[in-house]
């Protein structure tokens, strides 16, 4: 899977990266769901993480780009703080804009007013965003290289200057208080059109309107010879309280005048021009004028509409899809330092593309483990090499001893450093691998067709066939639900297959006879070695230590049974 080279913090820009998904069982075989869990209270969030942390490429190119950001934005908790605040006014700009109307007849004066205030607020994010990254303690590629993304959209759209402009149309529109309408009547006094005559900075004020329209009409010296108005008129507003007799001249109760025809006082108005919403006077009213002017404005109003539509999309959309990658890095880094605090060793790792050593970890733990217990200073951290001596461990050990902990480990500092994270060690230098497959045992319920050992045999074949010199295999206690004899033999088959790929791999296992076979099993192999690890002992008692050492089974059984009195000597003598 190749992801497209669009900007993006997660990827160098330009670059044409393939990346691979980890098989969904591996993020739960690791531990790291409970990771991404814990991590942030967000469902969608926690989603979001686990896809990034599960989607991997062995370019080093990514892993040292996402590491930078992720130690700048580590290094920097205000920055981390204010991206977050901006965050949230984009989402609520998102969800709550005007700018997804497209309707002409919707989009009147009124919406233009409110989207000059998003597109204000647009601005001061974008502008916000800018000067955050403009902190010279920011180091990373791909934080400078965003710094300059949002500048070239900033001044590609021109918002210094669109700034301005809605600066001061905001002021000219917060001094419109009323609006003048002309209505052109016919010789029956009904209304023929209507029209924008000015649009003022001060509010009618009420005034008699019978004796008003009566003056007007009955008195020829006060109709104008023209339309130009000459500033003397009045605002009538109808009230409900107040309707009396002019009800005849109103259609409804809307508190707009409508003008219509009638024979005699008392019968109902037949209205001949358009008619103010019911319901609540003021509201109604400005849906009204909402609807007349935007009539009137036509094409004016739709140019508008598109420009603002333009720069808010500039201005939110091209950055909005790098939001998810952001809190990606925010949340890790804020978890982490949690448990920074609370005692746990974390490093930046060292991606490497070449060299003798393909792993090389110093004082690593399960950090699944760390998560749980409180006092983090109990933790037996443990050294691991891979190289071509050491390319398949076979580890084994006392049942909880803690090789299953340490199998989950190793995984976690792959999965941890290849999403740019740092890692539970003192610490890891690290060939990237391709992908990490696990075999862990299966629910029952996914063996009931084949049985245990066929399922085993089943899924190893399909891993072994997607894996890679690459890949990092993690098997734990593969082909142990049968007899010893049965799963000795496929087992040393497959460690075999394994070195003819070169898959590093750890295999913990309680056949013991397996891991005294490493070094036979190594000279039947060209460019790969297998070793034996074991979990050390001291005096029977687990300390949770690995050792390249042949593995202790009878050593070990003899120590637990001397303690527990029950060797043949202590049994028959009755000590």
């Known amino acids: 899977m190749t992801q497209s080279a669009g900007f993006s913090l997660l990827q160098p820009s330009g670059a044409d990266i393939e990346y691979r998904r980890l098989p969904d069982n591996v993020m739960h075989d690791l531990g790291l769901d409970t990771f991404c869990e814990k991590i942030s209270n967000d469902g969608k969030e926690r989603r979001m993480i686990m896809n990034v942390l599960s989607k991997i490429s062995s370019d080093s190119t990514v892993a040292s780009y996402r590491q930078q950001i992720f130690v700048d934005i580590f290094n920097m908790p205000e920055l981390r703080n204010t991206m977050m605040e901006l965050f949230g006014k984009i989402q609520f700009m998102h969800d709550f804009s005007t700018m997804h109307k497209s309707s002409d007849e919707e989009l009147g004066l009124w919406h233009l007013f409110h989207r000059l205030d998003e597109l204000d607020g647009y601005i001061k994010t974008v502008e916000t965003m800018r000067d955050c990254l403009s902190d010279k303690q920011i180091k990373s590629e791909g934080l400078i290289s965003l710094r300059d993304y949002i500048t070239e959209l900033y001044e590609d759209a021109c918002f210094a200057d669109m700034k301005k402009d809605i600066a001061a149309l905001k002021v000219k529109a917060s001094d419109v208080k009323s609006v003048t309408l002309g209505i052109n009547v016919n010789e029956r006094f009904e209304a023929v059109s209507m029209g924008l005559v000015s649009v003022n900075s001060k509010p009618f004020k009420k005034s008699g309107i019978v004796s008003n329209f009566a003056d007007a009409i009955a008195n020829k010296d006060k109709i104008q010879d023209t339309s130009d108005w000459d500033g003397d008129m009045h605002y009538h507003q109808i009230d409900r309280e107040s309707k009396s007799n002019i009800i005849e001249f109103m259609k409804n109760e809307g508190g707009m005048l409508a003008v219509g025809t009638t024979n005699a006082v008392g019968t109902r108005?037949?209205?001949?021009?358009?008619?103010?919403?019911?319901?609540?006077?003021?509201?109604?009213?400005?849906?009204?004028?909402?609807?007349?002017?935007?009539?009137?404005?036509?094409?004016?109003?739709?140019?508008?509409?598109?420009?603002?539509?333009?720069?808010?999309?500039?201005?939110?959309?091209?950055?909005?899809?790098l939001v998810p990658e952001f809190v990606y890095y925010i949340r890790c880094a804020e978890f982490i330092g949690s448990l920074m605090d609370k005692g746990c060793v974390f490093s930046a790792a060292k991606p490497v593309a070449d060299g003798d050593y393909s792993v090389e970890a110093?004082?690593?733990?399960?950090?699944?483990?760390?998560?749980?217990?409180?006092?983090?200073?109990?933790?037996?951290?443990?050294?691991?090499?891979?190289?071509?001596?050491?390319?398949?461990?076979?580890?084994?050990?006392?049942?909880?001893?803690?090789?299953?902990?340490?199998?989950?480990?190793?995984?976690?500092?792959?999965?941890?450093?290849?999403?740019?994270?740092?890692?539970?060690?003192?610490?890891?230098?690290?060939?990237?691998c391709d992908c990490i497959f696990t075999h862990f045992p299966a629910d029952e319920d996914k063996t009931v067709d084949l049985g245990?050992?066929?399922?085993?045999?089943?899924?190893?074949?399909?891993?072994?066939?997607?894996?890679?010199?690459?890949?990092?295999?993690?098997?734990?206690?593969?082909?142990?639900?049968?007899?010893?004899?049965?799963?000795?033999?496929?087992?040393?088959?497959?460690?075999?297959?394994?070195?003819?790929?070169?898959?590093r791999t750890i295999y913990n296992t309680h056949m013991h006879k397996l891991g005294e076979d490493a070094e036979e099993l190594s000279h039947e192999s060209k460019d790969a070695g297998a070793a034996s690890l074991v979990m050390r002992t001291d005096e029977g008692k687990r300390s949770f230590k690995v050792a390249l050492a042949k593995p202790e089974g009878s050593s070990y059984a003899r120590d637990i049974a001397e303690k527990y009195g029950v060797t043949y000597d202590m049994l028959v003598s009755g000590s």
């Open 362 to 432: 110093k004082g690593f733990y399960n950090l699944k483990l760390a998560m749980k217990m409180d006092i983090v200073s109990d933790i037996v951290p443990n050294d691991l090499s891979f190289d071509q001596k050491h390319t398949v461990y076979i580890l084994t050990g006392a049942n909880r001893g803690g090789k299953t902990t340490i199998t989950q480990a190793v995984g976690q500092l792959f999965v941890l450093a290849q999403g740019g994270l740092y890692v539970p060690a003192e610490s890891f230098s690290y060939v990237p």
């Open 269 to 321: 108005t037949k209205t001949t021009v358009v008619n103010a919403m019911a319901g609540d006077s003021s509201m109604g009213s400005t849906f009204y004028l909402d609807t007349v002017i935007n009539k009137m404005l036509g094409q004016l109003v739709k140019k508008l509409r598109d420009t603002l539509t333009k720069y808010a999309n500039v201005a939110i959309v091209n950055i909005s899809g």
């Open 452 to 503: 245990r050992l066929g399922e085993e045999c089943v899924r190893f074949k399909e891993i072994f066939s997607q894996s890679t010199s690459k890949s990092l295999l993690l098997l734990n206690e593969t082909f142990s639900t049968t007899s010893f004899e049965e799963g000795y033999y496929i087992a040393r088959d497959s460690v075999k297959a394994l070195l003819s790929k070169s898959v």
